[in-house]
């Protein structure tokens, strides 16, 4: 495999924009779940030990995205392994909302079912980014 093949300088917008928008989305709630883990806790439910370490991972999670986003030359590599985070970060959602393992509220499942469809649209639009820039 060539270097062209892992790396794109010619990365098309979808892309680029679809990745930074994951990394602001993930930052935001990384640091919301870290900073206000009582208040999540109190209005979704979300047990208080589960959001100290969801919030460090988005955290880390933004930055590896914000990171992989703004290079000049886009490692296609980093970008799939982005995608399948996401689409694991959706079935995840799915499987805590369908098996009730987190007690979550009413106004809780909402916001993972929620959360769950708009980071599947970014794995969505990250795919097609990439797939556009290997033509």
Do not use: C
Request: overall charge positive; charged content about 15%.
């Amino acid at each position: 495999m060539t270097n062209n093949a892992l790396l794109a300088t010619d990365t098309p917008r979808l892309l680029r924009h679809a990745l930074r928008i994951d990394a602001i989305a993930s930052g935001a709630t990384g640091i919301s779940l870290v900073a206000a883990g009582r208040l999540h806790a109190d209005l979704f439910g979300l047990p208080v030990a589960l959001t100290l370490p969801i919030g460090l991972f988005l955290l880390a999670f933004a930055a590896f995205v914000g990171f992989t986003g703004t290079r000049r030359e886009v490692d296609l590599r980093a970008a799939k392994a982005i995608i399948l985070i996401n689409v694991g970060w959706v079935l995840l959602s799915a499987a805590v909302v369908a098996t009730g393992l987190v007690p979550l509220n009413a106004l809780g499942t909402g916001y993972v079912i929620a959360q769950a469809v708009a980071v599947g649209i970014l794995a969505e639009l990250q795919f097609t980014g990439v797939r556009r820039t290997r033509r």
